[in-house]
C-alpha cells in the first residue's frame, strides 16, 4: 500500500525537511512540491493525490483558502508555525495539524493517522455491500466491537471521536472524517461537522434538531438541505 503525497510550502527548507520525513515512511510516495496554492492546483489536476502536507501561510491564498475551495479534498495535514489556526484547521476535517518545527516522533504520529484512515476510506468504498452488523474500534489497549444496531450517534470531540450506543460510549484516537468513510451510507448521516448519526434510531426532527434518546443533536444550516432530503423526501405523509 503506498499513500501519494504531495508538499506545499513557500518556505524551501521547510519542504527539505518535510521530504525528508516523507522518504523515512516506507508506505508515503512523494508525487510533487509546490510553493503556493497554484502549484497544489497542477500537482492535484493529475490526479491519484492521496494526501497533501499543507502549509497555511503562504503568499496571495492561504492554505485555509486553498482547502475551502477544493470541491473533493484528499487527506490533509497542516504543518505551520502558527498554532493559532488550529481550530479552524479541524472545524474543515483535517487529519492533523503540526506546528513547526516538527518532530520526527510527532510527523510519524500524523502520517500513522493518515494510513488509518486511508485503509478505512479504501475499505468503505465497499461499505454498502456488506454483510456484517459490527465493526471495532481501538479504545486505549482494547479492541471494542461495535455493532451498528446499537450505535446511536458518533460525536468528534478534537483528537478523538465518541461512539454512542445503546449500553455505553466509546472514545476512540480517530477523525469523524475516517470514521464516515467507512461506515454504510443507507444506515448512517452526517449531520453536522462534529455529529454523524444512525438514520434508523432518529426519534424525531425539530427545527435544526435531530432527536435520538432524549439528546438533541444539531442540524448544521450548511448540511440541512442535505439531510432534510435524504430524510424526509419519500416519506412524507401528507392529508
Excluded: W
Amino acid at each position: 500500500m503506498k499513500i501519494n503525497c504531495i508538499i506545499i510550502d513557500d518556505e524551501p527548507l521547510a519542504r527539505k525537511g518535510i521530504a525528508e520525513y516523507v522518504a523515512d515512511v516506507d508506505y508515503l510516495e512523494l508525487k510533487g512540491q509546490g510553493e503556493n496554492a497554484a502549484a497544489a492546483d497542477d500537482l492535484l489536476n493529475k490526479g491519484n493525490i492521496d494526501l497533501i502536507f499543507l502549509d497555511i501561510q503562504m503568499p496571495k491564498v492561504t492554505g485555509i483558502e486553498f482547502l475551502k475551495g477544493l470541491k473533493k479534498p484528499p487527506m490533509v495535514i497542516f504543518t505551520t508555525a502558527y498554532s493559532e489556526y488550529a481550530l479552524q484547521g479541524y472545524e474543515l476535517d483535517v487529519l492533523d495539524y503540526l506546528v513547526k518545527p516538527i518532530s520526527s516522533e510527532r510527523f510519524l504520529k500524523a502520517c500513522s493517522k493518515a494510513k488509518d484512515f486511508y485503509t478505512l476510506k479504501q475499505s468503505g468504498k465497499q461499505a454498502l455491500l456488506k454483510t456484517e452488523d459490527y465493526f471495532f474500534i481501538r479504545c486505549d489497549d482494547r479492541f471494542e466491537k461495535i455493532l451498528y444496531d446499537e450505535l446511536l450517534y458518533i460525536e468528534a470531540m478534537e483528537n478523538y471521536v465518541i461512539f454512542h450506543t445503546l449500553k455505553e460510549k466509546y472514545i476512540s484516537y480517530l477523525t469523524l472524517k475516517s470514521v464516515e468513510s467507512y461506515l454504510p451510507i443507507d444506515k448512517f448521516l452526517k449531520v453536522h461537522k462534529s455529529f454523524i448519526v444512525a438514520i434508523p434510531k432518529i426519534e424525531s426532527i425539530d427545527g435544526s434538531d435531530i432527536l435520538i434518546k432524549g439528546k438533541s443533536i444539531p442540524i448544521s444550516r450548511i448540511l440541512k438541505e442535505e439531510v432534510m432530503d435524504k430524510l424526509i423526501n419519500g416519506r412524507f405523509l401528507k392529508r
